[in-house]
């Protein structure tokens, strides 16, 4: 494996250059203008001096405050802090600019203060309009409270700001917070105005020679982000916590400490002052891991290796070879329950996928489920959806926390679409299967899945192919639905479908059943390997990326299709959601492009 120098990370020249912040300064406002929008908008309740009145804090020498730029200021602005008293403002980006430029000219000398935990920019509390971890929130069901575009005006969706970034297939789910968009590319991050586009700053390094696998393509999913720092994987799997103000490193640990082809492709998660991350590789043979960092330091607080050694728990489900590079890997963002503080992980195929010469038994633990103690690494319990897998089935589909009564019980449930065609529903306290279901017409690799949890095993080579995968899926509490795309999909055996390599299908199932409730067969070729994922919002709808390239919102109830735009490029990544200023936008990453829409 090739090093990446531990140098700091190089800026490309022009991005931290405040071009963004320069460009949005119109020519007619000044410094005095700003001190005018002052005396009119804010003067009320932060004061005439600025120093504070009941009704708002001071902001003159605000230690706070101190250090901020203008474009956080003018994201507070915009955002205001509805709950606490300060209303958002609908300015024009010439007055947001001038009132925000005067506000830093008081904080002249004023000496910063390191926010205290979780004060705004919070890990685990978002506030409705954030979006602030892969799948939003830590219970990762993608499903958004916000409710300003609705199954009523979704038809007025327009596109409002592209932002290019040079890839062509982006996996990434933005970040949005304070107004502030975050995103990744191959080895780069890049901080944008979520309402213009406009670029912030952007940190880049070369990609790393010599990878194999996803890492290689440059396949990236995005960041994590707490207080003032966003947190990203390189290629070669070093974690990096960068200044979310203008993306400066500030530390960086190297992940893998055995040199395997390890590469790093996923969005990291933070809890609390714990920042927990995983690899890839496992097609290429590497001992996969589960690695908690300290968010303020990078130091590393337990590493869970997914595949046992010698006399380790779980190594009799190894028979053979001594699994050294078993594979396991944890290349997808697990989920976390502050209630009972477990952490949920999912873990990858054994290595080699399809060849079990030398590796008899269960392998665990490839394609499970890991409940774990965030503060330990402790494993409390698992469930594998495959045991001695044959057919590279990952179980990297989001690990979606709810809890809702279900079956006549209040329960803490997991609900997991497997790639093995199954749809799973666990009581996440104990891992005990409540409910298995085949979410596809043809499953027939095992007939069903036993009470006891283990699948009744017909044909491990059986159908399907690759029934669900890393996409994103959601879960609306309104509906009670769950939402994916699933492929129908077994090559070399009919189906019974147009195009016997399969057909894609946005589903929704009820999760007391299993049953399907609705579906959209997806246009554009079958085989077109969209990796898009879904997202459902109190507005009624589910968005979602289609195989022709379409962007898609249909109705949550029925699966009805309300407004679709052709992006015309290839989707592999699943949307995301945020407001600013009480407006909401819908924003996804599509071939080489951010999109952003608003009504
Ligand atoms: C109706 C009262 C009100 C108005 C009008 C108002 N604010 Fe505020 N502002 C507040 C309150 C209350 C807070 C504290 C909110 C909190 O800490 O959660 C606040 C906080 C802030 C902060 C962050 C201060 C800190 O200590 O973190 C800034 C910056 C700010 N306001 C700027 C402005 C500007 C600029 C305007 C005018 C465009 C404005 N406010 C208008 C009530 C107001």
């Known amino acids: 494996m090739t090093e990446a120098p531990r140098s700091v990370f190089p800026l490309i020249a022009h991005a931290v250059a405040l071009s963004a912040i320069v460009s949005l300064v119109g020519p007619t406002l000044t410094a005095a203008d700003g001190k005018q929008v002052f005396g009119q908008r804010c003067a009320g309740c932060h004061g005439t001096d600025a120093k504070g009145t009941g009704k708002g804090p001071g902001l003159a020498g605000n230690p706070r405050l101190a250090g901020r730029s203008t474009e956080q200021l003018t994201s507070i602005v915009r955002q205001g802090f509805p709950d606490s008293g300060m209303p958002a403002f609908d300015l024009s980006v010439e007055e947001l600019t001038a009132v925000a430029g005067y506000v830093r000219s008081l904080l002249a000398g004023a000496t910063p203060e390191i926010p205290p935990a979780g004060k705004r920019v919070t890990w685990g509390q978002p506030q409705p309009g954030d979006w602030l971890t892969y799948n939003g929130k830590l219970d990762a069901n993608r499903y958004s409270e916000l409710r300003e575009i609705d199954t009523g005006n979704v038809a007025q969706l327009r596109l409002k700001w592209i932002f290019p970034i040079p890839h062509f297939g982006l996996e990434v789910t933005p970040l949005e917070a304070d107004g502030v968009m975050y995103v990744t590319g191959p ?337 554009g070729p079958a085989k077109a390997k969209t990796w898009s994922g879904v997202l459902a919002t109190a507005g009624g709808l589910v968005f979602y990326g289609q195989p022709n390239g379409g962007f898609a919102a249909v109705d949550a109830r029925d699966g009805k299709t309300l407004w679709n735009f052709p992006t015309n490029v290839h989707m592999k990544a699943s949307p995301m959601t945020f407001s600013v200023g009480r407006k909401q936008y819908v924003a996804v990453a599509a071939g080489p492009n951010i999109l952003c829409f608003g009504l």
């Open 187 to 523: 080895n780069q991050v890049f901080a944008i105005d979520a309402l213009t586009g406009s670029e912030i700053w952007h940190c880049a390094r070369p990609r790393t020679a010599g990878l194999v696998g996803d890492a290689a393509l440059g396949t990236n999913r995005g960041l994590a982000i707490r207080d003032d720092k966003v947190f990203f994987i390189t290629d070669n799997a070093h974690l990096l916590a960068l200044d979310r103000a203008d993306g400066h490193l500030v530390w960086e640990t190297v992940m893998p400490e055995e040199p395997q082809s390890y590469g790093g492709t996923l969005a990291p998660l933070v809890v609390n002052e714990k920042v927990f991350t995983g690899v890839s590789g496992a097609d290429e043979g590497i001992r996969g891991f589960i690695a908690c960092y300290h968010a303020d330091t990078g130091k590393l607080i337990w590493r869970r290796w997914t595949i046992p050694r010698k006399g380790e728990p779980a190594a009799e489900t190894w028979r053979g070879n001594e699994p050294l590079v078993g594979g396991g890997s944890t290349w997808l963002t697990g989920s976390y329950d502050a209630e009972t503080d477990t952490l949920y992980w999912p873990t990858g195929n054994p290595y080699p996928d399809s060849e079990d010469a030398g590796r008899g038994g269960d392998n665990l633990y490839t394609d499970c489920i890991l409940a774990l103690n965030p503060n330990t690494g402790e494993l409390k319990w698992h469930y594998q959806f495959t045991p001695h897998d044959l057919k590279d089935r990952d179980a990297t589909e989001p690990p979606v926390l709810v809890d809702t009564p279900y079956q006549g019980k209040a329960r803490k449930m997991l609900l997991h679409a497997d790639r093995n065609g199954f749809f799973y529903v666990l009581d996440r306290t104990n891992g005990e299967l409540l409910l298995a279901k085949a979410f596809l017409r043809r499953v027939d690799w095992a007939s069903g899945i036993g009470a006891d949890g283990r699948p009744q095993v017909v044909d491990p080579r059986g159908c399907p192919d690759d029934a669900a995968n890393w996409s994103s899926t959601a879960y609306s509490p309104t509906t009670r639905l769950y939402y994916f795309l699933a492929l129908e999909e077994c090559v070399g055996r009919p189906l019974g479908y147009p195009d016997q390599t399969g057909q894609r299908f946005l589903r929704a199932v009820n999760i007391d059943t299993g049953n399907i409730v609705w579906e959209v067969p997806q246009p």
